[in-house]
């Protein structure tokens, strides 16, 4: 999947991280927890894995970590491309292809749930 496919046509939460990282695993769940919620208004998690392997990714998968879209990232240079700034980062993109918001790791669910309510506003 190409993720110009997805921009600007509807509601996006872009999580990139590793699946190497504790912090990041623990942001997923609560990430796709709040995105799923919402996906009866059009809301859509893709996970962008960052200098993770194909290896490393399929473990985590084992883990039960399905259900959403996925980019790997292998060189990070996405991730540099949208500016991440922490091993945990999400944007809020909107469905017009606008960065709304950023939220960088560790979460919290109160901090998720706003940025996609104020995502959903506009």
Do not use: K, W
Request: some cysteine.
């Amino acid at each position: 999947m190409a993720l110009a496919s997805l921009i600007g046509t509807r509601p996006l939460i872009l999580h990139f991280f590793s699946t190497s990282c504790r912090v990041c695993r623990a942001d997923d769940l609560l990430v796709r927890q709040q995105g799923f919620a919402y996906a009866d208004r059009g809301v859509a998690v893709v996970n962008v894995y960052v200098n993770t392997t194909p290896t490393q990714l399929l473990a985590y998968r084992r883990a039960g970590t399905i259900g959403v879209a996925e980019l790997m990232d292998p060189r990070g240079r996405l991730a540099r491309q949208t500016g991440m700034r922490a091993a945990s980062q999400v944007l809020f993109v909107s469905a017009t292809g606008v960065v709304r918001s950023t939220l960088t790791g560790p979460m919290t669910q109160q901090a998720v749930l706003q940025n996609l309510r104020d995502l959903l506003s506009y």
